[in-house]
């Protein structure tokens, strides 16, 4: 067969093997939907995804820098790979992510880790970066934007149930919580289009997803009104009368109508922003789930007002029984940092007074990390010792897991709707060791309150809704059975 010149350039271009990538995650949720955002970018430029960092071409890793272990983490999982590029050296290692964005170019110069560092608001430039890499030479873009929410992006779900999904409804924080990076690694606060959101969340359920989790570092502070910084707001009210303006309640309610079979999470609340707008429109729809996620970091007023929280201990308590009032039954859980700057020991005791009050369902506890450059580092001393800072920590995570026992146990007894996603732990386990083909029979799914339940049926799939009567517990996982 004879070829045009122009023909056989476009076979060989076609028979060019695609470049593979890996992606791997560490960090938060909202990490997790930057990598199907990125996944999906890079497919689109004709790269292929892999599971196995040694078939890929280009290894990402996508980060975190919330307290110091997170980069160590990260750090030693870069010096594997760097080992690994000795038998590949055409493979590229990039940085993306938090890490990236704080620590820019000195992965590159300083600690000669690393090929590419993009930072989160860049991710749009990777395939072009990785052009110029093979080009030779190094590629870098950590500029951050005050309108990129990669809106019109559908991102190539990583998570695997098929059945939960993440949708990232804005980006960036404006909060400045003096012992936190994320306003220096996200940039400023920016809210995403309501409807892409809705056309994505309705996307998922239409593919089979039964639960989105809306994600945001404040998603109370919400606002659509046709993109730009909020403190337009007054002038873009005076000039659009006509103009519908979305809050967070208000997306809440339009991604709830699109089907009482779709469930709504979302993460992470804050106790400044939180309204009773918001609650009263969780507690108006079935399928908004009854848990809400509210950080209080500290039991005592004088550390939250180091912290920059934006409200006391008062206000805290007070946004609590909003939340048991309007929505009875609701799942509450909470971060807390044990020894921040300056925290004595009656403080202390005020945050575990304060876990004794409220009886959260779930308690993350962190010890207290200064980052470089936030307002902590610039103004306080980190002046609790590590161990001190350790055994304030051991103190919470005890009192929580009692706490956490005793809310589980309250549960027994009780019937739940359960949304299945999937099969329990122990069930895959067996499965693995016996190589058994026989259907998995024990199934995992969360109640409204977002606990996870486990229970036998082999009638029931991932996806299904069915209702559970909760017969033991443990201090993390409820056990039930089917009720027909
Ligand atoms: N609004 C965000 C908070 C992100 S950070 C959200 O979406 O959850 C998550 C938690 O990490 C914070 O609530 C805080 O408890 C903890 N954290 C943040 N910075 C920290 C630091 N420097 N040291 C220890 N814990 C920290
Ligand atoms: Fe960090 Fe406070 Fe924002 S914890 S992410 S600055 S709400």
Redesign the pocket.
């Known amino acids: 067969m004879n070829y045009t010149e122009t023909e056989k350039e476009e076979i060989i271009v076609s028979e060019k093997k695609p470049k593979k990538f890996f992606v791997e995650t560490y960090g938060?949720q909202?990490n997790v939907s930057d990598s199907e955002i990125v996944t999906a970018l890079l497919q689109k430029e004709g790269y292929q995804s892999s599971s196995s960092p040694a078939e890929a071409d280009v290894i990402l890793i996508n980060t975190c820098a919330?307290?110091e272990n997170a980069e160590d983490r990260v750090r030693t999982r870069i010096r594997d790979f760097k080992s690994a590029k000795k038998q590949n050296p055409g493979m590229i290692i990039g940085v993306l992510g938090c890490m990236a964005e704080r620590m820019k170019t000195k992965l590159l110069e300083e600690e000669n880790l690393v090929d590419m560092v993009v930072g989160p608001d860049a991710y749009r430039s990777l395939p072009s970066l990785i052009n110029d890499l093979e080009e030779g030479g190094k590629a870098v873009n950590v500029l951050l934007s005050r309108e990129e929410t990669y809106a019109d992006v559908n991102p190539v779900r990583l998570s695997g149930n098929g059945i939960t999904a993440f949708i990232s409804i804005m980006r960036g924080?404006d909060?400045m919580?003096s012992?936190?990076?994320?306003p220096f690694t996200r940039g400023r606060e920016r809210s995403r289009d309501p409807e892409t959101i809705v056309n994505e969340a309705r996307l998922l359920f239409e593919e089979g997803y039964r639960e989105v989790t809306l994600l945001?570092?404040?998603v109370d502070s919400y606002q659509w009104f046709g993109g730009g910084p909020k403190k337009d707001l007054e002038k873009v009210i005076a000039e659009n009368k006509n103009r519908e303006i979305v809050n967070f309640a208000s997306l809440l309610e339009k991604v709830a109508r699109i089907s009482p079979l779709l469930r709504i999470r979302f993460?992470?609340s804050?106790p400044q922003d939180m309204t009773d707008e918001v609650l009263h429109v969780i507690a108006k729809y079935h399928n908004i789930c009854k848990y809400v996620?509210l950080?209080m970091?500290s039991g005592s007023s004088r550390v939250l007002e180091m912290m920059n929280r934006g409200y006391n201990r008062e206000k805290y308590l007070q946004r609590i029984k909003a939340i048991r009032t309007i929505i009875p039954g609701c799942g509450i859980s909470t971060?807390?940092?044990a020894g921040f700057c300056s925290e004595t020991e009656e403080e202390h005791r005020e945050t575990i007074s304060l876990l004794e009050e409220v009886k959260f369902d779930y308690a993350?506890t962190?010890?207290?990390?200064?980052?470089p450059g936030?307002p902590?580092a610039k103004k306080f001393k980190d002046d609790v010792p590590e161990e001190v800072k350790s055994k304030r920590m051991q103190e919470i995570l005890a009192l929580q897991r009692r706490q956490s026992l005793e809310s589980n146990k309250e549960d027994i007894g009780k019937e739940f709707e359960v949304l299945i996603e999937g099969y329990s732990k122990h069930s895959r386990r067996n499965h693995l060791s016996t190589n058994s083909h026989k259907p998995i029979a024990e199934l995992m799914g969360r109640n409204t309150q977002n606990k996870a339940i486990v229970f036998t049926s082999e009638k029931y799939k991932p996806g299904d809704y069915v209702h559970v009567r909760i017969t033991k517990c443990t201090s993390g996982t409820l056990l039930g059975e089917v009720i027909n």
């Not at 962190?366 to 980052?371: G, I, L, N, P």
């Open positions: 938060c909202m919330i307290r924080c909060n919580c012992f936190c990076v994320v945001g570092q404040n993460s992470t804050n996620h950080p970091q971060d807390i940092i993350y962190f010890a207290y990390s200064e980052r936030t902590a």
